[in-house]
């Protein structure tokens, strides 16, 4: 990555314009919004693109002062990437460095925040028993620890983009994490505001950042022309979108010069890094952080060494995260010592936008109507008050498209009419409501951050979990005949059947979507060809899109399918395309909660015991322990857990699984059956078993629901 190393002619280092710029000192550290109740958007009032209350202002005025922030002391680089030449300084620490016990402590308080390959927390005070742990100031040293990581990996002056969900606590976290990157060295932080996870990995991408990545040469020129247009027009380019003057202020002569290039030269360089503000799915108090490099997306260990350093970075200035007295004066110290002249505010939608709005044109390549492909279709978003509302007003609708009758488009962090989430029943229902009251073809549902989706056909039919992935599995294994596709562990016998008859091959993985397209690269890497890789949660990638999980992604895949089987005149909708696939009766799953720090370590005895009890020879059982049923026999191949094949005679066929949660501390069973009744029937067998101490007679297991379950069992109902 070759940024200039040129110093800014000047910089400027004045007191109140720089506190303002960045939105610090105007709440407290942990912010403390209670959600609005709204009432039910209509569905043409919605304006995805326009910026919510922003702590940014397009334009900061002209620094007034010059002298640098008093009592400050050089930032130390915390073992990551050496000292950044021309890092920002942090004030000194009010009462030195946090050693000893009170060090430990505080590095727990970081990892607790460790989701995965993610960061989540709580942002917003207000729900009991959910005091707030991803603080404005946990953010700052995350993103201190964000930039040091980016210049410890070669980039000497990396340049981030920022992006968030509608969340309430989003433009106070995007500020201080903006802080904390100039600090930790970023060269250039630009604020998208209102964004998607993908779109920031796109910015990376129509950037000309990730131009060696996988995806297919035709996508590259789209991307690139993409780019070059958006360089031109003024979305990316800070000139044009009221980036501050370079040098208008005087110069700070503590400071060594920064390793800032012009804004003109700024412009033209890719995003180093890119990062989504979002806690996806999970309630209006939550909030989060997913990263990516040109590379994809950050890794667990690359999570729980940001989290480390980030700790580590506010042990040295002495801040006690979660202590707004704390936390507070020296973000607000902070704030006068930064340099604005490295943060732009710039819209970014628009030029993503236009990335998606080109790949449907090619992919529909309509004769007639090329840069209309969508005239005459009728598609609905449900947005879910999330991000995706841009989808129905700056893709679908430029293209030609009729998107009257979306829904709940508005962004709105409360999200006060379902959960944006196209697992979630009531996120499905609604969708599919849209589409009967409009009359569509088809519906969009995405979730609050779109990295996930689902579809809805004309009938209101959902097309979600392993619907979707048959149906995506239907479009790829016709471009890539005899394909692989990975999945997570819980598809339907169905599923694999389907695969199967169209020709391909079915690797059922594990769940977590990180762990299923990791499956799927591992294979091209070995020379498998693997052009998709999905979860039933609604996390696709395709190959052709850098292994991506993308939920504007699918669903630009799926409306080009359906206007391809349009244009040819082919009977039925998208739904027709999943004609063979066999449904099971019944699919459910129940949790049972570990009651021990250990978790990890019960939940493996009660899978090594459960296995035992699977493959034991047939017998009456011993000890009050029931023997498993006769009908039932280990799955051959088992990435996680144990599945169970269960004859439910005349053909039918049912399974189970059993296996731990991916995050939390629980058994997760779950269930399919082809028999109404079945999936209780077999949940019952486990739950005895459990309950008559077949794991073992004293583990600290709340069967919760599978109580019910046993008792009935028990009493002979
Ligand atoms: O293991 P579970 O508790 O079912 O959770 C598993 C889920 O965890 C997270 O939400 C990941 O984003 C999903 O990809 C994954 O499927």
């Known amino acids: 990555m070759a940024v200039s190393q040129r110093p800014l002619a000047a910089r400027s280092s004045g007191t ?229 003057p370079a040098g208008s202020g005087g110069t700070n002569t503590m400071l060594p010069p920064p390793p800032v290039p012009p804004a003109s030269e700024l412009a033209a360089q890719p995003y180093t890094g890119a990062v989504m503000l979002t806690a996806s799915h999970l309630p209006y108090n939550a909030n989060g952080l997913k990263f990516f490099v040109a590379a994809g997306g950050l890794d667990k260990p690359d999570i729980a060494e940001l989290l480390q350093s980030a700790a580590a970075a506010a042990a040295e200035a002495g801040v006690n995260i979660g202590d707004p007295v704390s936390e507070q004066s020296h973000l607000v110290a902070v704030a ?120 809805v056909d004309a009938a209101g039919r959902e097309i979600n979990s392993n619907r979707f992935i048959a149906l995506m599995s239907a479009v790829v294994l016709r471009q890539h005949p005899g394909t692989t596709i990975v999945t997570d562990s819980v598809t339907s016998n169905g599923l694999t059947d389907f695969i199967g008859a169209l020709g391909g091959k079915h690797m059922r993985y594990k769940r977590g979507y990180k762990n299923v397209i990791g499956a799927g690269m591992r294979l091209n890497a070995a020379g498998e060809d693997c052009a998709l890789m999905m979860e039933t949660s609604g996390h696709g990638a395709l190959r052709e899109n850098f292994f991506l999980d993308d939920g504007a992604y699918l669903a630009v895949k799926a409306i080009i399918e359906h206007v391809r089987r349009k244009q040819e005149g082919a009977a039925g909708g998208l739904a027709e395309l999943l004609a063979g696939l066999a449904e099971p009766a019944e699919s459910r799953e129940w949790r049972v909660r570990i009651q021990h720090s250990d978790f990890k370590a019960v939940g493996g005895r009660v899978l090594s015991a459960f296995h035992e009890w699977v493959t034991a020879a047939p017998g009456e059982g011993e000890g009050g322990v029931p023997a498993a049923p006769g009908s039932w026999s280990l799955e051959s191949v088992n990435h996680e857990g144990w599945r169970v094949n269960i004859d439910e005679g005349e053909g039918r066929r049912g399974w189970l699984l059993l296996r731990q949660s991916l995050h939390d501390p629980l ?51």
């Open 336 to 455: 006068l010592s930064l340099d604005p002249s490295r943060l732009a505010r710039l819209p970014f939608l628009p030029t993503y936008s236009a990335s998606l709005r080109d790949l449907i044109k090619r992919g529909v390549n309509s004769p007639a109507n090329y840069h209309f492909p969508l005239l005459g279709c009728h598609v609905v978003v449900d947005a879910g008050n999330g991000s995706g509302g841009f989808f129905a007003e700056q893709v679908l609708a430029p293209l030609g498209a009729d998107t009257s009758g979306s829904v709940f488009l508005n962004p709105d962090g409360t999200f006060p009419n379902h959960p944006p989430n196209p697992e979630h029943p009531a996120a499905m229902a609604s969708g599919a409501a849209a589409v009967k009251a409009s009359g569509a073809e088809l519906g969009i549902v995405f979730d609050t951050d779109v990295d996930r989706s689902a579809i």
């Open 16 to 244: 109140a314009p720089q506190a303002h710029a960045l939105g610090l000192g105007l709440r407290g550290a942990a912010a403390t919004l209670r959600p609005r109740r709204h009432s039910r958007a209509p569905a043409s009032s919605s304006s995805p693109g326009a910026p919510r209350a922003s702590l940014i202002p397009a334009a900061p005025p002209a620094p007034a002062a010059t002298s640098p922030a008093a009592g400050s002391v050089p930032l130390s680089n915390g073992g990551l990437g050496g000292p950044a030449a021309g890092a920002g300084v942090l004030p000194g620490p009010p009462s030195g460095p946090i050693t000893g016990a009170a060090l430990g402590e505080l590095v727990r308080k970081f990892k607790r925040l460790q989701n995965g390959s993610d960061i989540r927390g709580i942002a917003l005070e207000g729900v009991p028993n959910e005091p707030v742990t991803l603080s404005a100031g946990a953010v700052f040293f995350i993103g201190v620890a964000f930039a040091r990581w980016l210049r410890s990996k070669g980039h000497a002056a990396p340049k981030v983009s920022v992006g968030r969900d509608p969340r309430l606590s989003g433009p106070l976290l995007e500020s201080t994490f903006a802080a904390g990157l100039i600090h930790g060295g970023a060269a250039a932080v630009h604020l998208f505001g209102l964004a998607t996870t993908p779109a920031m990995f796109y910015s990376i991408v129509l950037s000309g950042g990730a131009s060696s990545g996988p995806a297919s040469p035709a996508f590259f020129s789209t991307a690139n022309s993409v780019a070059s247009a958006a360089k031109r027009a003024s979305p990316l380019n800070p000139d044009a979108a009221g980036s501050p």
């Open 667 to 717: 058994l997760v069973l779950n269930v399919e059956s082809e028999l109404p009744g079945g999936a209780e029937a077999a949940a019952a067998r486990v739950a005895v078993w459990l309950k008559a101490g077949g794991a073992g007679a004293e583990l600290p297991l709340d069967l919760g629901a599978l109580a019910a379950l046993a008792a009935a069992a028990a009493a002979g109902k």
